[in-house]
């Protein structure tokens, strides 16, 4: 192989993250295209691509070693335009068209989310942060933001109309969506949760049963995907103030953070005991 070749080669890979990225626009754009069709099976399958795309391209140019500062600026656009823009489209198109406040509340959403993404870039150049804030994201990304913002749509492709796709219910559930976006709340990063050696059986399982249910039963999945993201801010935020407490674990392997963890859970039973009886720990002084 000569090195021309190579070099060719070399770039034709680097340029792989940054089509991704594209590839996703069009996803996007195109899925605001099927909503305007009365397809909104399509325009949802198209957003979860985008999505998909979107987990990927970063992935593949860290591998590559083809980080770029353009690659992460069309990185941004499509995650403006694929989980802000598209979304809001295809639900005030399906849902809300008929609405005064629908466009308001879609508006809302948008905006939300270009802020949001506005946000995570600022945050990147901060060295100040502690090292453990790596492990979250700062309210709720915008992938998430846009699949729970779909929720109502995916209820209706299952079920048909009911109060979840009435007006004041699609309305009000934007807006927590959106306030979600841009809340302060640390959400934890899928990459920075540890699986136990001893579970990746169960997880592989667990995985080959999701990509069933995205082929035989894709709303319900998307339905409680949404539910279960919402259940793990709490952990999340739990997570986030104990590191916060003891930055010091960050270091530590998981299993070791674990073993951390139950070690102060058993000293605190100990140290209440003793506050009742109004007893100090040894060594301590009034």
């Given at each position: 192989?000569?090195?021309?070749?190579?070099?060719?080669?070399?770039?034709?890979?680097?340029?792989?993250?940054?089509?991704?990225?594209?590839?996703?626009?069009?996803?996007?754009?195109?899925?605001?295209?099927?909503?305007?069709?009365?397809?909104?099976?399509?325009?949802?399958?198209?957003?979860?691509?985008?999505?998909?795309?979107?987990?990927?391209?970063?992935?593949?140019?860290?591998?590559?070693?083809?980080?770029?500062?353009?690659?992460?600026?069309?990185?941004?656009?499509?995650?403006?335009?694929?989980?802000?823009?598209?979304?809001?489209?295809?639900?005030?198109?399906?849902?809300?068209?008929?609405?005064?406040?629908?466009?308001?509340?879609?508006?809302?959403?948008?905006?939300?989310?270009?802020?949001?993404?506005?946000?995570?870039?600022?945050?990147?150049?901060?060295?100040?942060?502690?090292?453990?804030?790596?492990?979250?994201?700062?309210?709720?990304?915008?992938?998430?933001?846009?699949?729970?913002?779909?929720?109502?749509?995916?209820?209706?492709?299952?079920?048909?109309?009911?109060?979840?796709?009435?007006?004041?219910?699609?309305?009000?559930?934007?807006?927590?969506?959106?306030?979600?976006?841009?809340?302060?709340?640390?959400?934890?990063?899928?990459?920075?949760?540890?699986?136990?050696?001893?579970?990746?059986?169960?997880?592989?399982?667990?995985?080959?049963?999701?990509?069933?249910?995205?082929?035989?039963?894709?709303?319900?999945?998307?339905?409680?995907?949404?539910?279960?993201?919402?259940?793990?801010?709490?952990f999340s935020v739990r997570s986030h103030r104990w590191l916060a407490?003891?930055?010091?674990?960050?270091?530590?392997?998981?299993?070791?953070?674990?073993?951390?963890?139950?070690?102060?859970?058993?000293?605190?039973?100990?140290?209440?005991?003793?506050?009742?009886?109004?007893?100090?720990?040894?060594?301590?002084?009034?």
């Amino acid at each position: 192989m000569t090195t021309r070749t190579r070099t060719r080669r070399t770039v034709n890979l680097r340029i792989l993250p940054s089509s991704m990225s594209v590839l996703a626009i069009c996803a996007g754009l195109t899925s605001i295209r099927f909503a305007l069709e009365a397809q909104p099976h399509v325009a949802m399958a198209l957003i979860a691509a985008a999505a998909i795309l979107d987990g990927l391209d970063g992935r593949v140019a860290r591998i590559l070693d083809a980080e770029s500062r353009m690659g992460e600026e069309i990185d941004s656009l499509a995650d403006a335009v694929n989980f802000g823009v598209a979304p809001a489209v295809v639900v005030y198109v399906t849902l809300l068209a008929a609405s005064p406040a629908g466009w308001v509340l879609v508006l809302l959403y948008a905006v939300c989310i270009v802020l949001r993404l506005a946000r995570f870039n600022a945050l990147l150049d901060d060295a100040t942060l502690p090292a453990y804030t790596r492990e979250f994201f700062v309210g709720m990304p915008a992938p998430a933001g846009a699949i729970a913002t779909l929720g109502p749509l995916a209820a209706k492709l299952e079920f048909g109309d009911g109060w979840w796709t009435t007006p004041w219910f699609v309305c009000a559930w934007i807006a927590g969506c959106s306030v979600l976006v841009v809340s302060r709340l640390p959400m934890k990063k899928m990459h920075a949760v540890s699986v136990p050696p001893n579970l990746a059986a169960v997880l592989l399982a667990a995985l080959a049963i999701v990509a069933a249910a995205a082929f035989l039963f894709p709303y319900i999945l998307v339905m409680v995907a949404i539910v279960a993201y919402l259940c793990h801010i709490p952990f999340s935020v739990r997570s986030h103030r104990w590191l916060a407490d003891h930055p010091e674990a960050w270091d530590h392997e998981p299993k070791q953070r674990r073993a951390v963890r139950r070690a102060i859970r058993r000293a605190q039973p100990n140290r209440r005991s003793m506050a009742r009886l109004g007893l100090r720990k040894p060594g301590r002084t009034p």
